[in-house]
Every structure is written in structure tokens, then in C-alpha cells.
DNA sequence: AGCACGCCGACT
DNA sequence: GTCGGCGTGCTC
């Protein structure tokens, strides 16, 4: 007999030959086998006879076998993983807690896993009460027992919940989870953020006690060996998480929600990059579980997926986009939302102003009510730094990235790869002497509300150093706080009157096709900070902008009719795949533009699209030059296929190292 | 991941 | 002349 086994290393399946005297079940037990002349644990994911060869001589015996860890579903998910995301099984194994699963089964001698599956308790045994139908906004819409009744049946489905606030989006899940979680066995929780546990940890605790486990990446290495062993030995079923949680060794999984399922947290940025919200989809899926996607601002992929009934759409608001769209319907005031002011930035009295007349007014009216507001500006410094001569603005050197002025240091900084530069009053480029600070970030704006309206504001990345003020950064601290709106995230408690976006048309002049989708969740992420009744402002020079008038009437609706419309213009997600294949070089040699369009024209699929190559900056030491290839394809094996082609010949050749992002954000 | 192999800079 | 830097490659 023989064994496949995966090692949670960068390497492929390796084949052992087993003694005869073996248990049947070998699949999914872990192993102790030889490796570069020392021993490893790894996983048997496939067992072969003799017939099935031929095979190598002289292949190496595994020295023991242990506990059963993986069932068939999990070798499943283990597969599709490693398939999906174009990466080595071993790095799928890895990131799903191999490694502490192997120190816990260690450390603690646990003798004989249990291989009896949740899905295996007969059905007696997890029958809950039937549910009440969600009492809030959308009431006699029967969402909520939808889910209840699709848990307890493991009826798999995948919901999509728009919920109109935050706060409803948690009473929703905790009342889900308090009508079907004491007899549900295997439960993920994941949001986008650590921060976001603290609020979930209280009552998910009361709820279920001793079976709830959190599980992040800050986590040390202990405590999430100790998180693990609680998992595979069953003492804990529920997991709250982020990214990573969906990855959590349960025994069987019978719901996983996903909060704030639009969030870029959710994308992994190096490693394996997953999507933990699509992760989640298939392994709910696979597991024969519940999902349950919710956000106050959900992503256009799953608004897509609920309109052609690939997710059921539960109570909410409204944002299947109709036929007959009235005005009403696609107004969704009241919910406590603050409202939405844009406000027109051409022209005014003072045109070298990044505060408008009209925001001034508003500002000095709320602080002398001394109530709380936020600005937002998309710029951490002073400025960016411009000849007025010939309009050149100064540039790193290595990353083609502006460069920003500190007015404070006095010196240029390159926010994308920390490259500085004292700043010179001649341009580089046509020698001219009018050198000004152009556009603002938040020190320049602090500079103006300080001249404007005599207060002494609080800039949030100031304090960042000391932790202990960041971590009770509210509104109360200061009347005005400015800050990015990345930054902002860390504010919590107490609520604002009124917070503005000084320059949104940064925001939705972003070149990535979901500018103005991530410009809507910022806005809607925000005005959960104002109070009902407040207001959120939008400065623009754009005020007759069409999705900033649907943004500013709360028109879900309309906005996701419109953006959808623009996707399949443009063949983008979700009426197509993108897959981008980041080709670092260490010398941009004046034959490899070449040799990577060959590779890309020889592993071209039917139906995928390629674009580039194109060089873009690279923020790697050793690497310093990447070349980047998009696969856009409507067919996903196509697209597949054409970037395990690309990456297969390239990796070949020596010097190059490749990186492929499946479904990225940013692009 | 480790561990070996291998090819260029600062030391006895 | 050698010691050692870590970049690259392999593991059944």
C-alpha cells in the first residue's frame, strides 16, 4: 500500500509506502514520516495499491500513524482550497492549523480522537424551539426563521442579510444564534476585525459558556495550540474570529456567519490569499451548513448572487433591484440614519480653502453646541508637493508613488515604501523655483481649522505611538477630530453630530473598478458613527455626481442597479473571473518582457483574457522589479488553467518568483 | 519550514 | 588565502 502524504510545507504530495499491518481507514489520520533525513507529521490525503502504480523505487516507509484529524469533507475543502487558490496543499494545510493541531495532539497526549461528525447526532438530539420571526424593522418578512429552520435542518443555503445599522446586524445574529445555537454543534462567527470580537465575546460567552472559542491572528502560540486542542477534542464548537477562523479545525460545521461581509479584512493580502466570506460559502457548502452573510453595505458580488437566487435574500433592507423602482422604495430613510449632505466645492469665496464656506458654518454651529465631528481627509501629512510651472508633482524615486510632504520634519515621504527626501525648492523636472504644497492631508487641514475655526483639533495618527489613549479614542477626548478615514476605524464610543468627507472625489477617482463601491461602504461605515439626525457631509467639485446623489438618498437600490450595469459592460466581477499574477523579477534582463508573453501566449486558455504584462513598482528588498499579468475570464477553469500555465513555465526559469491573488480587491 | 549548496565581501 | 553572508533549491 501507499500514501499520499501533504506536509504543511511549499511542497507537493509526497509518496510513502505503508506496512501491511495497517488500520483501513488511513485517510485523513496524521502521520510521522521521513523528511530530508529527519521525521515530519503530515496528513494521509489519498491511499494507493499496488495496481494503482507504477511507483519509484526505493520510496520511503512511513514510520507511525496516529489520529484520524481529517474526514472526508475536510479533505474535500482541503482540496478545493488548495485548487481554487492555486497553491501546494501543504500551504492549505498550514493555514488550517496543521501545525498547532500536530503541537496540541502532542502536547497534551490526546490518546484517541473521537471520529463521530456533528452531522452523524441523530436529529432528535439537535431539534430546537421554533423560532420568533424577527421583530425589527422588516417585520412579517420571515427572515430570520428562514435561517433558524435552514440551520436546524442543515439545509444548506447561503442568506444574504442587508441590515440597516451595525448594532442590528449583531441583535440579529445573537438572536439567530440564541434560537438555534444550543442545539447547532459547530458554529463559526467571523467579522472583519479583532476589535470587533470584544463587543461579540460578552454574550456570545453567557451564551454558550465553555463550547466558545476565540480564535485571531494576534493570538500567541500558545494560546491558539490551546484554542485548537479545545476544538479537535470537541470541548469547544463555537468559533469567533476573524479571517482566519474560517480555516478552524471543527468537527462538522452546521452555521457560519460572516458580519460586515463586504470587508477588504476578509481578502488576505500575503500567504494564502483567500477570501474568508467566499471561503466561508464553500465551506458551507461543502459541510452541508448554513451561511449567513450580512453587512449594512454588502458587496456587489453577493448582492448579485442573491438576485439570481444563488443566496436567499433575508429581511432588511430592500436592494434587489426591481422592475418598477418607485422613489419611495428606494429611499430608505428613518432607521436612525444621519443624513447625507453633499456639498458643492467649486467656486465659493475662498477658493484656497479645502473647508468650504458652507461646511465652516455647519462646524462652528455644531461646536458651539459642543458636540462632536469628525473630518475625513484621505491624506496622512501635510501635502503633496507641485512646480507651479510645469504642474509636476515630485514622485519617489523608486515607486513612481507622489511623494508627500511632513510639514513638521520638513521632509518628502513616500507612504508606499518609506523612501525620504529633504524637500528642495527646485523642480526636477523643469528646474522652475515655484514650488508649492499642493492638495491637503490631515496636518494641512489641522493648520486650517485651527486658522478657521479657533479650535484646537485632535489628529488621530498623532497619538498613535500611545496605545493606551488609542484604545479610548472617542469623541469625547475632543470636539474635532480629524483624521483618515482608515484611522477613524479606531474610534469608538459616543457618537458625533456630524462627521464630513473633505475630499470624496479621491475616494471615487480611485482607478480600481470598486471606487465608488468602497467609497458607498466608507460613507455608510461612517454615518454609523453619527448620531441619528446628524448629518454626514460630502465635499465634491462633483455635486451632480449620479451614484453620490444615490449614496446621499441611501438609494441601495439604484446604486447596485447602476454598478452592476456598469460591471457586465465591463466584464468585470461578478459576471467575470480576475486573477492577477505578480511576476517578480531581480533584473528587469531585456529578454523577459518577452519570455513572459510567451509563457502568457502559450498557456493562453479559450475564453480567458489577458492583459499586460505591464511593470508595476515593486515593494519587495530582493525583488525589485514586478511584472504584472490580469486573467479576466467568465469561465473560472479557463482562467485557472491559463495562471497555472504562466506560473509553472516562469517558475521554471531561475531568478523569478510568482505570486498569484485569485479574486483580488485592489487592482 | 529547515538544511545544504554556492558564489561574492571583510578578516586573520 | 579563508569565514560567512543569505539567495536558491530540494525534500518521497
Known amino acids: ?209 465553555q463550547r466558545l472559542c476565540v480564535l485571531h491572528s494576534k493570538l500567541g502560540k500558545g494560546k491558539r495550540t490551546e484554542a485548537v486542542r479545545r476544538l479537535i477534542t470537541g470541548e469547544s464548537d463555537v468559533v469567533l474570529g476573524t479571517r482566519s477562523a474560517v480555516l478552524a479545525p471543527l468537527r462538522g460545521v452546521s452555521f457560519i456567519a460572516v458580519l460586515g461581509e463586504h470587508s477588504p479584512s476578509y481578502k488576505g493580502e500575503e500567504g494564502l490569499r483567500y477570501n474568508a ?164 492631508g490631515t496636518e494641512r487641514i489641522k493648520e486650517e481649522v485651527e486658522e478657521m475655526l479657533k479650535t484646537e483639533p485632535l489628529l488621530i495618527e498623532k497619538i498613535k505611538g500611545s496605545p493606551k489613549i488609542s484604545s479610548e479614542l472617542s469623541p469625547d477626548l475632543s470636539p474635532l477630530i480629524i483624521g483618515t478615514a482608515y484611522a477613524a476605524r479606531r474610534i469608538r464610543g459616543g457618537e458625533f453630530s456630524a462627521a464630513a468627507f473633505l475630499n470624496i472625489d479621491v475616494l471615487l477617482a480611485q482607478p480600481d473598478f470598486r471606487a465608488y463601491e468602497r467609497a458607498f461602504q466608507e460613507i455608510m461605515h461612517i454615518s454609523q458613527m453619527v448620531r441619528p439626525g446628524g448629518t454626514v457631509f460630502l465635499q465634491t467639485r462633483n455635486p451632480g455626481d449620479r451614484v453620490l446623489r444615490l449614496i446621499r438618498n441611501y438609494d441601495f437600490e439604484g446604486f447596485y442597479n447602476y454598478e452592476l450595469s456598469q460591471r457586465k459592460a465591463l466584464d468585470f466581477p461578478p459576471f467575470s473571473r480576475l486573477i492577477l499574477v505578480n511576476i517578480f523579477a531581480k533584473k528587469l534582463a531585456a529578454g523577459l518582457l518577452s519570455e513572459i508573453q510567451t509563457a502568457v501566449a502559450e498557456s493562453r486558455e479559450e475564453g480567458a483574457e489577458v492583459l499586460g504584462p505591464v511593470e508595476i513598482p515593486s515593494a519587495s528588498k530582493s525583488h525589485k522589479y514586478c511584472i504584472q499579468v490580469l486573467i479576466k475570464s467568465k469561465n473560472s477553469k479557463a482562467a485557472n488553467a491559463t495562471v497555472k500555465g504562466i506560473s509553472n513555465k516562469l517558475e521554471k526559469t531561475g531568478g523569478l518568483k510568482v505570486h498569484v491573488d485569485v479574486d483580488p480587491l485592489k487592482i
Not at 510545507?9 to 499491518?21: C, E, G, Q, S
Not at 412579517?140 to 442543515?154: A, F, M, N
Open 1 to 209: 500500500m501507499y500514501v499520499d502524504v501533504v506536509f504543511p510545507l511549499k511542497i507537493p504530495p509526497l509518496t510513502y509506502r505503508i506496512p501491511a499491518d495497517m488500520p483501513r481507514d488511513l485517510k485523513g489520520r496524521i502521520v510521522k514520516a521521513p523528511l530530508m533525513g529527519r521525521s515530519s507529521y503530515g496528513l494521509i490525503v489519498d491511499v494507493f495499491n499496488k495496481a494503482d502504480g507504477p511507483f519509484k523505487k526505493g520510496m520511503k516507509e512511513i514510520q507511525s500513524v496516529h489520529q484520524q484529524c481529517a474526514s472526508g469533507t475536510d479533505l474535500q475543502f482541503l482540496k478545493w482550497l488548495s485548487h481554487y487558490y492555486t497553491t501546494p496543499m501543504g500551504i492549505a494545510l498550514k493555514s488550517c492549523f496543521f501545525e498547532e493541531i500536530v503541537a496540541a495532539l502532542k502536547k497534551y497526549e490526546i490518546a484517541a480522537l473521537n471520529p463521530v461528525r456533528y452531522s452523524d447526532v441523530p436529529d432528535s438530539r439537535i431539534a430546537g424551539r421554533p423560532p420568533d420571526d424577527y421583530p425589527g424593522e422588516a417585520a412579517g418578512e420571515k427572515g430570520l426563521s428562514h435561517v433558524c429552520g435552514s440551520i436546524r435542518d442543515r439545509d444548506y443555503r447561503t442568506f444574504l442579510l442587508h441590515a440597516p445599522t451595525a448594532p442590528l446586524e449583531h441583535s440579529l445574529l445573537l438572536e439567530i444564534l440564541g434560537n438555534t445555537g444550543a442545539a447547532a454543534r459547530g458554529i463559526i462567527i467571523l467579522v472583519p476585525e479583532i476589535r470587533q470580537i470584544e463587543s461579540l465575546e460578552l454574550p456570545l460567552g453567557r451564551m454558550f459558556e
Open 277 to 440: 466570506r467566499d471561503v466561508a460559502v464553500m465551506k458551507g457548502f461543502i459541510e452541508k451548513g448554513c451561511v449567513l452573510l450580512s453587512s449594512v453595505c454588502p458587496s456587489t458580488e453577493s448582492v448579485y448572487n442573491a438576485t439570481i437566487s444563488k443566496y436567499t435574500q433575508i429581511a432588511g433592507n430592500r436592494i434587489m433591484p426591481s422592475r418598477t423602482p418607485g422613489p419611495e422604495a428606494s429611499h430608505m430613510t428613518g432607521h436612525g440614519r444621519p443624513k447625507i449632505r453633499i456639498i458643492n466645492q467649486q467656486g465659493g469665496k475662498h477658493k484656497d480653502l479645502f473647508i468650504t464656506e458652507e461646511l465652516l458654518k455647519e462646524a462652528k454651529k455644531i461646536l458651539s453646541k459642543n458636540e462632536g465631528l469628525l473630518f475625513l481627509i484621505n491624506r496622512k501629512g501635510y501635502s503633496l508637493i507641485r512646480c507651479e510651472d510645469c504642474g509636476h508633482i515630485a514622485q519617489c524615486k523608486k515607486c513612481m508613488m507622489s511623494l508627500v510632504f511632513h510639514k513638521g520634519e520638513g521632509r518628502a515621504r513616500c507612504h508606499y515604501c518609506g523612501y525620504e527626501e529633504g524637500i528642495t525648492d527646485i523642480c526636477g523636472e523643469c528646474k522652475g523655483t515655484r514650488i508649492k504644497a499642493f492638495g491637503a
